[in-house]
């Protein structure tokens, strides 16, 4: 079983930065595809970033796509979610992800979960 434990979220201003944090433990986060997923009041989890088990194969939303970048550091197990020119509307709680097989973009392909960390941009 995986264990993922997020951290990182907090409070910024738009245009500012942010990284997140998801540490695994249980068994080899490498051995995994992982995702960054985020839901907003009332709406659904949404896809932001996933990163491949082998090589490394990055994914982007759209709308996150060269403001974000997701990264692996195998030697502690913790995947990341660098965030910059951060907007209002990337205020939600964000979610890391695991899953046996290929990235993913979409949450229900996702295997384990964390608990989740509020990111929350004012404007």
């Known amino acids: 079983q995986l264990q993922l434990v997020e951290s990182g979220g907090g409070l910024v201003q738009a245009g500012g930065s942010l990284r997140l944090s998801c540490a695994a433990s249980g068994r080899t986060s490498s051995s995994y595809a992982m995702g960054w997923f985020r839901q907003a009041p009332g709406k659904e989890r949404d896809f932001v970033a996933s990163l491949s088990s082998i090589g490394r194969n990055t994914f982007y939303a759209d709308s996150v796509k060269g403001r974000f970048t997701i990264s692996r550091d195998g030697t502690k197990n913790t995947v990341y979610l660098q965030m910059n020119r951060l907007k209002p509307e990337d205020t939600a709680v964000y979610y890391c992800?695991?899953?046996?097989?290929?990235?993913?973009?979409?949450?229900?392909?996702?295997?384990?979960w964390g608990q989740g960390t509020q990111v929350t941009v004012s404007s």
């Open positions: 992800a695991a899953r046996s097989g290929p990235a993913a973009t979409t949450a229900g392909y996702y295997d384990f």
